[in-house]
């Protein structure tokens, strides 16, 4: 399975982009995008969504989740929205606690609290729910109504 780094070069590759130009095209700073090629930094849930919306892919894909992109049932221009998460998390967690998600995650509880009191989950604990769940990022964020 590839990873977001070598998906994103060779995204910009196919599109013969520069992280210059990939960074103004998508109003990011090129510092940012560069580390993102370097495998140095790890994006938010708001820049995989602008990296993506501008790709015409998954999330996903450009995180390596999956190999190929089959799926093109996701919703452009989406804002990240934790309400639309949570709502998700909890029908997707069905009878199972915090606690025992948690712990399937390998996580502190209170990072599952902190999501509930207004903190963005970071984009590794997202591809992990994704996995325990068997969905996919983009349903998770709210960008993909097909789980």
Not at 86 to 101: F, G
Not at 109 to 116: D, H, L, P
Not at 119 to 135: E, Q
């Amino acid at each position: 399975m590839s990873n977001f780094s070598e998906n994103l070069k060779e995204l910009l590759l196919e599109h013969n982009l520069s992280t210059r130009e990939l960074s103004r095209k998508i109003n990011s700073s090129i510092g940012l995008i560069s580390t993102y090629c370097l495998d140095k930094y790890r994006p938010t849930i708001p820049n995989i969504i602008k990296l993506a919306d501008y790709f015409n892919c998954s999330t996903d894909y450009l995180l390596g989740v999956v190999d190929e992109d089959k799926s093109k049932t996701f919703n452009k221009n989406v804002v990240f929205d934790l309400d639309v998460f949570l709502k998700r998390y909890n029908e997707l967690k069905s009878d199972k606690s915090d606690y025992a998600v948690a712990k399937a995650l390998g996580i502190n509880n209170g990072v599952i609290a902190n999501w509930k009191a207004g903190h963005m989950p970071n984009i590794d604990a997202i591809i992990s729910l994704a996995d325990l769940f068997g969905t996919s990022v983009d349903y998770l964020i709210g960008r993909s109504n097909v789980r």
